[in-house]
């Protein structure tokens, strides 16, 4: 099945979120995804800090987010006075209508400079959709299923690429997306993946 991304226009800028970032590393082919890409990608300082707070686990996304940063395939920015405000607003309030620094940074800098917002989190998509409708949104699933990545790997790096952000980084799935990412990885793989809801895991559909 194909599945159209929803990166249609090559001059439009994307924000990535941490979890996005987390997501592409794990794919082990974060450097060929993002030469093929043709938007150009972005990093809030915000979700910069969080992959350095990430240090204390062990984690290695803060140096494979310089090493893009150092390699031009990343650009980090910072928040202007009009994304500062959407920021607090975002981080404010009850827990059900608020959302994590990294998020709210990517939604309110899309928002203040017209970019795309790339986060894979249910709430965040539904915060994200309820207060700026207009705003273009985004996930991981949108970046490697764009027609130019899936040229660039070809199906067996490509299906390794899913597997492993969906192993390593517990990609999240939407719903419209699933049955791409099973038919890329095929459903031995997808039973490994407990980021994937059961349904998935245990399905007996279709084999890529």
């Not at 949108?142 to 899936?150: E, G, Q, T």
Request: hydrophobic letters at 40%; charged letters at 20%; glycine letters at 8%.
């Amino acid at each position: 099945m194909e599945c159209q991304s929803c990166l249609t226009d090559p001059a439009s800028l994307i924000v990535a979120d941490t979890s996005i970032v987390i997501n592409l590393n794990a794919t082990g082919y974060s450097g060929e995804i993002l030469d093929a890409l043709p938007n150009r990608l972005l990093v809030v300082e915000e979700v910069s800090l969080e992959l350095e707070n990430g240090r204390r686990d062990g984690n290695s996304d803060a140096d494979d987010l310089s090493a893009l940063v150092s390699a031009g395939r990343v650009e980090l920015v910072k928040l202007g006075d009009i994304g500062t405000k959407f920021f607090e607003d975002l981080i404010i309030g009850s827990a059900t209508e608020t959302l994590d620094d990294g998020e709210a940074a990517t939604i309110a800098y899309s928002f203040e400079c017209g970019a795309i917002a790339l986060i894979d989190e249910r709430k965040a998509n539904r915060i994200c959709a309820a207060r700026f409708p207009e705003l273009g949104i985004g996930c991981t699933v949108d970046v490697l299923a764009h027609a130019a990545v899936i040229d660039a790997l070809g199906g067996e790096q490509l299906s390794d690429a899913v597997f492993n952000a969906l192993y390593r980084g517990r990609m999240r799935v939407l719903a419209h997306h699933s049955e791409w990412v099973v038919n890329t990885i095929g459903t031995d793989r997808a039973a490994q993946c407990t980021s994937l809801p059961m349904s998935l895991r245990t399905t007996s559909g279709t084999h890529s």
